[in-house]
C-alpha cells in the first residue's frame, strides 16, 4: 500500500506565510511527478504547482511569485512554500504523486487527504 500524508494547514492572516509538506510512504517503487491541488467552497479543483523528480516546476498563474515547490527524493517528500497569502488562497489543498510499485510496473496518481489553509483579512 502507499499514503500519502499531508501536514502543515492552519489559519493565518493576509500577508502572512505557511509550508505544507506532503510525505510517501509504503512499497514505493519510484517517485515521478508530483504536485499540489487546490479546492474552495463552490469552486472546481484546480492545479497550483507540480515538480519533476529533476526538479521543473511550474505554477498556476494566480501564485506565480508568492508560492514556492519543492521535493526531498531522499524522503519521497513535497513542500508547498506559501508567502505573501491572500483570502482567495483559503482552500482544501491536496497532494498528489505518481508512483509506481515495487516490482516494477506502470506508474498511477496518489492522493493526500487534504489540509485546509484559511487566510483572514
Known amino acids: 500500500q502507499v499514503q500519502l500524508v499531508e501536514s502543515g494547514g492552519g489559519l493565518v492572516q493576509a500577508g502572512g506565510s505557511l509550508k505544507l509538506s506532503c510525505a510517501a510512504s509504503?512499497?514505493?517503487?519510484?517517485?515521478?511527478?508530483m504536485g499540489w491541488y487546490r479546492q474552495a467552497p463552490g469552486k472546481q479543483r484546480e492545479s497550483v504547482a507540480s515538480?519533476?523528480?529533476?526538479?521543473?516546476?511550474d505554477y498556476a498563474d494566480s501564485v506565480k511569485g508568492r508560492f514556492t515547490i519543492s521535493r526531498d527524493n531522499a524522503k519521497n517528500t513535497v513542500y508547498l512554500q506559501m508567502n505573501s497569502l491572500k483570502p482567495e488562497d483559503t482552500a482544501v489543498y491536496y497532494c498528489?504523486?505518481?508512483?509506481?510499485?515495487?516490482?516494477?510496473?506502470?506508474?498511477?496518481?496518489?492522493w493526500g487527504q487534504g489540509t485546509q489553509v484559511t487566510v483572514s483579512s
Open positions: 498528489r504523486s505518481e508512483i509506481s510499485a515495487y516490482l516494477g510496473g506502470s506508474s498511477r496518481a496518489y
Open positions: 515538480i519533476t523528480r529533476g526538479g521543473s516546476t
Open positions: 509504503g512499497r514505493i517503487g519510484s517517485v515521478y511527478a
